[in-house]
């Protein structure tokens, strides 16, 4: 394990090799083509010796404690610390990246933290952490390394979760969410076009992705979407958005409508108005979505969680604090038992909106 560390060229799965001589990543739907010393798009899957590597295995753009709510996941484990971390790289090009120091990082300018996954999650459970995730790059590019830290931390009693754009293809995808207990699918819009020109990506393998968790996983999940001022926030494509949910989903996944602010190669865009989000979710809920709420904004009521049985108050958040539970202990409501979709202990955590980096040098 040292060696291959200390080489940073992890053997990789899901390729094969081209009668051309070329070797063909299988990971994700962009099935990047390689010829010797090339990398993908992703810049962190690599051909080298004739075979694909992932060269950040072991390596960390760096490790924090954070709230769960802030994945975001509101029906998961609400209120508990999870150990965050992720590498560099991307297989999106989202013009509007949150996280474009890190997603468009070249591996060696941010990957300044190491550590295996037994050394992960050993300092998960010493934290007092409930779960270890998969955020700030899309874990789907280091699919070897999230797996076996998934294998550790589930012998330690930990629970994993992904924090995806859910760009993965199909072989890739079984294996990868067998090892994951979580998950937030970021679902950028509901266009093709949108995820054309300002992703370089197809809605339909995201739409993929997402019906696969639903039908063949049991994985909980909760999908957001990022409001972009004149780019994908038209009441017409959140009541599509919002239809196809319903349809296909269900009425108990939550959607999250978050704030966008001018980043990357967007910073043309104004940040997203509080009452777009509020309108987003106001359709979502007409449409039969029982959980939506609204984020990167400060809105107790459309951060909090309400009864779909009686309308009464269920979770109270203030960004990301609990400030009310009235959920009893069999995950239903106080007032009118209806149950309340997710996964829930007896009692909610209390880290709060703390935020803890953390150094695991190994």
Not at 126 to 140: E, H, I, K, M, W
Not at 209 to 224: G, H, N, P, Q
Not at 262 to 275: E, F, H, I, L, N
Not at 340 to 362: D, I, K, M, N, S
Request: some cysteine.
């Amino acid at each position: 394990m040292e060696q291959e560390l200390a080489g940073s060229h992890f053997p990789a799965r899901y390729w094969h090799r081209l009668a051309d001589g070329r070797i063909q990543c299988d990971v994700c739907p962009r099935f990047c083509k390689l010829h010797e010393g090339q990398r993908g798009l992703c810049f962190v899957r690599a051909c080298t010796g004739d075979a694909m590597v992932l060269t950040t295995y072991g390596r960390s753009s760096g490790f924090c404690v954070d709230p769960i709510e802030k994945k975001p996941l509101n029906h998961f484990l609400p209120g508990t610390p999870v150990l965050s971390f992720g590498t560099a790289g991307c297989n999106l090009t989202c013009k509007f990246c949150q996280n474009w120091d890190i997603s468009k990082a070249r591996e060696i300018d941010r990957l300044n933290d190491r550590a295996d996954p037994t050394a992960i999650a050993a300092a998960a459970v010493q934290l007092g952490c409930r779960s270890v995730a998969f955020t700030y790059n899309d874990p789907v590019i280091f699919l070897e390394y999230a797996i076996d830290t998934a294998k550790a931390c589930r012998a330690a009693g930990l629970a994993t979760v992904a924090v995806t754009a859910g760009y993965i293809a199909p072989e890739a995808r079984r294996e990868f969410f067998a090892h994951i207990d979580a998950a937030n699918v970021d679902l950028k819009a509901f266009t093709e076009n949108f995820y054309r020109t300002v992703c370089g990506g197809r809605l339909g393998e995201v739409l993929d992705t997402l019906a696969y968790l639903k039908r063949d996983t049991s994985v909980w999940f909760e999908i957001t979407t990022l409001l972009i001022p004149g780019e994908n926030d038209s009441d017409g494509e959140i009541d599509a958005l919002s239809r196809w949910v319903i349809t296909n989903l269900g009425p108990d996944v939550p959607l999250h409508f978050t704030a966008f602010h001018p980043d990357w190669k967007m910073r043309d865009k104004p940040a997203t108005p509080v009452t777009t989000l509020s309108r987003a979710r106001d359709i979502a809920r007409a449409n039969g979505v029982r959980y939506v709420y609204t984020g990167n904004v400060h809105d107790q009521a459309g951060g909090s969680t309400w009864c779909h049985g009686c309308g009464a108050l269920l979770i109270g958040r203030d960004w990301f604090d609990l400030t009310q539970w009235h959920v009893l202990e069999n995950g239903t409501c106080r007032d009118c038992g209806t149950p309340l979709a997710g996964v829930f202990e007896p009692q909610p955590g209390t880290w709060g909106r703390r935020r803890q980096p953390v150094l695991l040098r190994h």
